[in-house]
């Protein structure tokens, strides 16, 4: 069975490391020197990293990047770049084609087999 809430849990609590390249140029576009808020990034990744697999914590990257002044941002901007699309790329649109190229038509070649009527919505 799939959980939603569990995968959004998931999810959330790597999204912050994947948004890195993301939040450093928005520190960059607000005024920030990219040698040094990379270099930032680096170290606060790293404690938040260590916060998560060392202690069991919740991932505080956000909170640690809102309370560096060198950033210039403040945590409710950091979490409005927390949407799951915009990093996920091409990946739904591939997976509407793979479903309508490969799978459908696997599935309407063997509906007799399979004794049912299937269809799959993304």
């Given at each position: 069975m799939v959980?939603?809430?569990?995968i959004e849990k998931r999810?959330?609590?790597?999204?912050p490391f994947m948004a890195t390249e993301n939040i450093m140029m928005d520190?960059?576009?607000a005024g920030g020197d990219?040698?040094?808020l990379h270099e930032k990034i680096r170290q606060l990744s790293m404690e938040a990293g260590k916060?998560?697999?060392e202690k069991g914590l919740d991932n505080n990257l956000?909170?640690?990047i809102a309370a560096d002044p060198a950033f210039g941002l403040t945590l409710d901007e950091l979490k409005k770049t927390m949407d799951p699309s915009r990093y996920v790329g091409r990946a739904p649109k591939q997976?509407?084609?793979f479903l309508a190229e490969v799978v459908?038509?696997?599935l309407e070649e063997n509906r007799d087999v399979l004794g049912m009527t299937a269809e799959i919505f993304v």
């Open positions: 959980y939603p809430k569990v999810l959330m609590a790597e999204l520190a960059v576009k990219r040698q040094e916060n998560v697999k956000l909170e640690l997976v509407e084609e459908n038509p696997i």
